[in-house]
């Protein structure tokens, strides 16, 4: 694979991630720092790149390349040219200077005395958003009824203990801190992100945004490099939520693993940062369950559960057509009712995905529908947007069949 197309994989996923409906700048840059790797021009820090990724956006397809994102993609012929790119790009974004510190959101030195706190209305993000508008978007989710619920509550705890600090009263169940526990595909990261802003409008954190880590962002092989691991990633967290998934995994039984000095770690910088830190950890349930009792300090400190329910097939089936829709895409009358039954049928397989096995339908889908405009080797306008009965896959059933022999699926209890 070519310097080029390992960059453009890279800054695609890195969109993709994040939610983001377009391949920026921002994103090949992210892209040139993972695929050089040791080779990044001085200056050009890692984690302030992953910064600009951020906060996440709202699409659900495959993002398209800008075209200021082609032309630099298109430089990129060596890994000379890699590394030039880099650079000036590091220089645009960041301010890196290409031989010391990346400068990132800060003012000049002369103005540094001037800068000044804005006084914000409780209710308003630095953004400029209202928590009304957030949680407007909590509701427009598909499904996800008694989650909308339990965010309301977590955030009228969080609402009652500002108020109460600021008259001089002592808080109730302080803790900013939640627990998520649900099947894969179940809207568990995108609530997450929506938390972390109402956490920004009502005051409680100061920058509202969301960084994602799993085990291997948290845990080193050898003795004494997991805590560094862990205070980057707390340290980018700062101001908003840091979401771990599968969180349960940091408690591994085997006597040499670093996961417990992570989760001990963890405990000792929620202490230290308990003005500016939320943490989200997320999990099957009973494994999640085993992963608190690990240690004393997350039991005390994780003191508010969500739990996220599978999709019916009617919700399976508008999470369909939401994409769809985003897509520009109608899909017949037939093809809608054959999603409910297909729905249906995936929905008794084992490792099911929720939302992201609807994702994972509608790109086998648009596939489909691509394969079938071309038979004849010329697009019709009409097939552009127009996703068919025959342009559905089917349920894989002996895939299904072979993960319910092998246990896939956490084992319930």
Not at 376 to 381: G, K, M, Q, V
Not at 386 to 399: G, H, K, S
Request: hydrophobic fraction near 45%; charge should be negative.
């Amino acid at each position: 694979m070519s310097i080029r197309e390992q960059v453009q994989d890279e800054a695609i996923a890195g969109a993709k991630s994040h939610s983001h409906a377009e391949v920026e700048l921002r994103h090949v840059l992210w892209g040139l720092v993972v695929a050089l790797d040791g080779r990044v021009p001085p200056g050009i820090d890692k984690a302030a790149v992953r910064h600009l990724l951020e906060p996440a956006g709202t699409a659900a397809v495959t993002p398209t390349v800008s075209s200021l994102a082609q032309q630099e993609l298109d430089k990129l012929t060596s890994t000379d040219e890699a590394m030039a790119v880099c650079a000036d790009l590091g220089r645009r974004l960041l301010g890196a200077t290409g031989g010391g510190s990346v400068a990132v959101e800060s003012a000049p030195a002369a103005d540094q005395a001037a800068v000044v706190e804005p006084q914000l209305d409780p209710h308003t993000s630095v953004a400029g958003e209202t928590t009304a508008q957030v949680l407007a978007e909590l509701d427009a989710l598909v499904g996800l009824g008694p989650v909308k619920v339990a965010v309301r509550r977590l955030l009228a705890v969080q609402r009652m203990n500002a108020e109460r600090r600021a008259n001089g009263l002592p808080e109730v169940s302080p803790s900013r801190h939640v627990v998520f526990t649900g099947d894969p595909g179940t809207g568990k990261t995108t609530v997450a992100r929506l938390i972390a802003r109402l956490y920004n409008t009502i005051g409680i954190a100061s920058r509202g945004h969301l960084v994602e880590a799993s085990r291997a962002d948290l845990v080193a092989g050898y003795v004494g490099q997991t805590a560094l691991k862990v205070q980057d990633v707390v340290g980018r967290a700062l101001g908003g939520v840091l979401f771990i998934d599968e969180a349960y995994s940091l408690a591994g039984s085997d006597r040499v693993d670093f996961g417990g000095e992570a989760i001990a770690e963890l405990v000792k910088l929620m202490e230290d940062h308990r003005q500016d830190l939320a943490i989200i950890v997320a999990g099957y349930p009973e494994l999640m369950r085993d992963f608190i009792e690990s240690n004393p300090g997350l039991r005390s400190r994780f003191t508010h559960y969500i739990d996220f329910p599978d999709y019916d097939t009617s919700e399976l089936v508008q999470i369909f057509l939401a994409l769809a829709g985003q897509a520009q895409i109608q899909v017949t009358p037939d093809a809608t009712d054959r999603l409910a039954s297909l729905f249906g049928e995936a929905r008794q397989t084992a490792n099911f995905g929720n939302a992201r096995f609807v994702r994972s339908t509608f790109e086998q889908a648009f596939a489909n529908m691509a394969q079938r405009a071309l038979q004849d080797d010329r697009i019709d306008t009409t097939e552009l947007a127009e996703m068919t009965l025959a342009d559905l896959p089917t349920v894989d059933r002996e895939r299904s069949a072979l993960e319910r022999r092998i246990g896939f699926r956490a084992p319930a209890n």
